[in-house]
């Protein structure tokens, strides 16, 4: 009996010092980076540079499916070097942006040289400021010619895209540092083809997983173009990775959901180029399996888009048998997103444990007051130098976004931006929280954050 309760007052003892442990800080002040790391911010083409008439996203603006039309957005096609000039005012050394697939290749197998020779302009004036360049050859934006013929559900598109890589490779390949094939694939089905809320407006998770197969064949193959063209190439994708826990504590089920939609949704498809087999799966919802050709290890690093958490609440009622919640007793951003920066360091932990390199290639905050934008930065900052602290080889963070741009279906309401935009006059400014990512380039420390 006595050596039960000693026992016990041992555990107890051992417990909270533990505990304590944990809860003292990860690391001495300042909080500093490796060596060339990465700091800047993305862009992508269809939400900054205006005049983009020629996708299925125009089409579907002209639809009526969102708020706004992105029309001239940010007139960074004229106004690039504007932007580059911010950026390098706030000290960053990389710049993530994205080239318009309908631009280049207006109709099949039809290419504007005028529009790779812009595109050259651009990336030299990022390099004249000091910016690697990160060139994502696919963001959401698919030409009007491709989805008249089925779009990502036919087959044939990866072999359109892998052509219209080839080209961007020999335009644009010596002014290209790193490359994303694809941004957000998993995003891009779940919006287009199960909810139906983006272009093409499905809701068909059978179509879908087929998109998804293909976007990954299609990421696949461009990875060994670039490679067959550029060898020392540094080539991704924009993974979206989100947190997904159980919604109720005491319903197993809710939990055990999680686990399965958090395996489909993060690491499937990573997993996929580890073996070289296309797997997706969910039990009784998804079952996807196929050996492809030229997929295992076709990935030299993995780009993580990361924004927030969400909850899964089993519910019989629904077809998924699933709903999506967010945490109610949390902060949020503008659009109701939880703001949870240990899924920074949970997401890079996880996307890490395949072996590859990481750079964060999205996190931002929806913040037009510009209250919350300052410790969101610190706090998601600092969870990424845990990761790296608890081993995870990560390389580079890039802000969403560098300045204001056209949100998809919701316009120009959200403001993502480390400058602020008016879009009345295009003046750019400069918001007060972009600070604290201009000192963590400069100094490559978090010598701001408390
Ligand atoms: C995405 C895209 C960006 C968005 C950003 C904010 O993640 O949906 O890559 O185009 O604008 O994420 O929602």
Request: net charge negative; with cysteine.
């Amino acid at each position: 009996m006595r050596n039960t309760r000693l026992l016990v007052l041992l555990v107890a003892i051992v417990a909270i010092g533990v505990a304590a442990m944990g809860a003292a800080p990860r690391r001495p002040k300042p909080i500093t980076f490796p060596k060339n790391f990465l700091w800047g911010a993305a862009t992508a083409a269809h939400q900054v540079e205006g005049g983009n008439y020629n996708s299925d996203w125009y089409q579907w603006e002209l639809g009526g499916h969102t708020k706004d039309r992105a029309g001239l957005a940010d007139d960074s096609y004229h106004l690039y070097d504007t932007d580059f000039s911010l950026a390098q005012q706030m000290h960053h050394n990389s710049h993530r942006l994205s080239i318009e697939w309908s631009r280049i290749e207006p109709s099949q197998g039809v290419w504007n040289w005028a529009e790779i020779k812009h595109y050259r302009d651009v990336l030299k004036a990022a390099h004249d400021r000091g910016l690697k360049t990160m060139v994502t050859l696919h963001h959401f934006t698919t030409p009007i010619w491709v989805t008249d013929q089925g779009g990502w559900t036919n087959a044939e598109t990866v072999t359109w895209f892998a052509q219209y890589t080839a080209r961007v490779v020999l335009g644009l390949g010596d002014l290209v540092d790193y490359w994303l094939t694809v941004n957000e694939p998993n995003v891009m089905v779940l919006t287009g083809y199960v909810v139906g809320l983006t272009p093409p407006g499905k809701t068909d998770l059978k179509q879908g997983v087929q998109v998804l197969a293909n976007l990954v064949k299609a990421h696949a193959k461009a990875y060994n173009i670039i490679h067959d063209l550029i060898p020392s190439a540094r080539v991704g994708f924009a993974h979206h990775m989100r947190v997904f826990e159980g919604n109720s504590w005491w319903n197993p089920l809710d939990a055990l959901l999680a686990v399965f939609i958090d395996d489909f949704w993060n690491s499937q498809i990573l997993r996929s180029l580890k073996t070289g087999h296309l797997k997706l799966s969910i039990p009784f919802l998804v079952d996807y399996s196929e050996e492809v050709p030229g997929m295992k290890g076709a990935l030299d690093y993995v780009g993580i888009n990361y924004y927030t958490r969400d909850l899964i609440k089993f519910d019989l009622g629904s077809p998924q048998k699933f709903d999506i919640m967010t945490k109610v007793d949390a902060p949020h951003n503008d659009l109701g997103w939880e703001i949870y920066p240990e899924g920074m360091y949970k997401s890079i932990m996880k996307a890490s444990s395949f072996g590859w390199p990481v750079y964060i290639t999205e996190n931002g905050i929806a913040d037009a007051g510009d209250t919350m934008r300052r410790q969101f930065l610190c706090d998601h900052l600092k969870q990424v130098s845990y990761a790296i602290d608890d081993g995870a080889d990560v390389r580079g963070y890039m802000h969403w976004a560098l300045i204001d741009n056209w949100e998809w279906i919701l316009g120009f309401a959200p403001r993502f931006g480390l400058v602020a935009v008016n879009y009345d006059t295009q003046q750019r400014t400069i918001r007060p929280s972009a600070e604290i990512l201009s000192d963590a380039a400069a100094t490559n420390s978090l010598r701001l954050c408390k």
